[in-house]
């Protein structure tokens, strides 16, 4: 049994893009953890968001590292690009990998973390033989795309479903849940297992921005059972 405090990841999908820099600094200075940075490409999900330079313009000014979240055709063929843009960890979706094992290591061979992300409708089983390689993995809660859509309740069965896997195989494993995160659902994923909450409306659209961050970020489950 062992305590680890959760992280925070603010999903700058939801950000002004307009004004960027304000939001970047913001994030800065609260109590967030990493910078989550969503990549669409408008095939392997139905929305287009952001490429190379503005991720490059980010990381310029972010202070924090940069959770680079592909959701993309052909990872593999971007990820050198990518690290050179400045991600710090790169999530892949299994879905979108023919060869997943070989994506994932050649993410830590550029250096960065690797993690793996997967669908509401992809089961657990999927990262059996995956896991063990892996810093992170990703679970959706809402069918990535779009930021603001309602959070999917089946993800509490997954997260501890790989709760239990990553006890057995791979206890530094992270596990991320994506979509939907808000200050009522955020304690209980905590207790579920989860150990980042990215959240890109409840914060972007908060009145106080930074005290949304800190709702998150102080939300202590009594026991964290791993
Ligand atoms: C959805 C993205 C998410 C999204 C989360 O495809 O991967 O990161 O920005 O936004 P919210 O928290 O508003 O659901
Ligand atoms: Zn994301």
């Not at 994932?104 to 992300?117: M, S």
């Amino acid at each position: 049994m062992s305590k680890r405090k959760h992280l925070v990841a603010p999903s700058v999908l939801s950000a002004d893009f307009a004004h960027l820099h304000d939001d970047i600094v913001m994030v800065n200075q609260s109590e967030a953890d990493w910078f989550h940075i969503d990549i669409m490409d408008g095939v392997f999900v139905p929305n287009i968001s952001f490429g190379f330079p503005v991720l490059a313009s980010i990381a310029h000014y972010a202070r924090k590292p940069l959770d680079v979240h592909l959701m993309i055709v052909e990872p593999d063929k971007y990820i050198k690009q990518f690290k050179e843009a400045g991600a710090d960890n790169i999530t892949v979706h299994a879905e979108a990998c023919t060869h997943l094992h070989r994506t994932v290591h050649a993410i830590k061979e550029l250096g960065c973390t690797a993690g793996v992300a997967i669908n509401p409708s992809t089961p657990i089983s999927q990262l059996h033989e995956i896991v063990d390689d892996v810093d992170v993995v990703l679970l959706m809660s809402v069918n990535p795309g779009f930021g603001g859509q309602k959070f999917i309740e089946s993800t509490y069965r997954k997260i501890r479903e790989l709760r239990a896997l990553a006890a057995e195989r791979n206890d530094s494993l992270l596990i991320e849940v994506d979509g939907g995160v808000d200050n009522h659902n955020a304690l209980a994923l905590l207790k579920a297992g989860v150990d980042v909450l990215v959240a890109g409306n409840f914060v972007f659209a908060a009145k106080n921005p930074v005290h949304a961050i800190a709702e998150l970020k102080r939300m202590t489950p009594d026991l964290i059972s791993v």
